[in-house]
């Protein structure tokens, strides 16, 4: 599976093998993020996760920019 951040998909909703797979990070960092309250923002829509692809840029951003 190939993801691609372009302008006109910023809110697209990724799965969290999805974002995994974007961040190149295992799911149970994920979620091990999302119970300590880091990592990329993150929904709970129904009984599944979801990641806007915006937020999992952002997050990225963020970190080089604490480096």
């Given at each position: 599976m190939?993801?691609?951040?372009?302008?006109?998909?910023?809110?697209?909703?990724l799965?969290?093998p999805?974002?995994?797979?974007?961040l190149?990070?295992?799911?149970s960092t994920l979620?091990?993020?999302?119970?300590?309250?880091?990592?990329?923002k993150?929904a709970r829509?129904?009984s599944r996760i979801?990641?806007?692809?915006?937020d999992?840029?952002?997050?990225?951003?963020d970190?080089?920019?604490?480096a």
């Amino acid at each position: 599976m190939t993801i691609q951040s372009q302008p006109t998909d910023q809110h697209q909703l990724l799965t969290k093998p999805e974002a995994a797979e974007y961040l190149r990070t295992p799911e149970s960092t994920l979620n091990y993020w999302r119970h300590m309250g880091k990592g990329p923002k993150s929904a709970r829509i129904g009984s599944r996760i979801f990641y806007r692809l915006a937020d999992l840029d952002q997050f990225i951003n963020d970190q080089f920019d604490q480096a």
